[in-house]
């Protein structure tokens, strides 16, 4: 599993849309600052799905 910085503690796992024409959907652990700071993970326009690691709900598909 990919995770947004090694040093962070994640607490979302991000499903990100992947090239398109393939059937691939890279999935990353990621921090609440990483989700919110960086466009690498916080682009919304790339994000599939979140999930919340602590209570394994979807925030937002
Ligand atoms: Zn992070």
Redesign the pocket.
Known sequence: MN???E????KYKVTYKGVKGRNYNPEWL??????SG?TC?GDKEQILSIISLMENEVISR
């Open positions: 995770i947004c910085e040093r962070h503690t994640p990621v921090c609440s600052t990483c989700l960086k993970f």
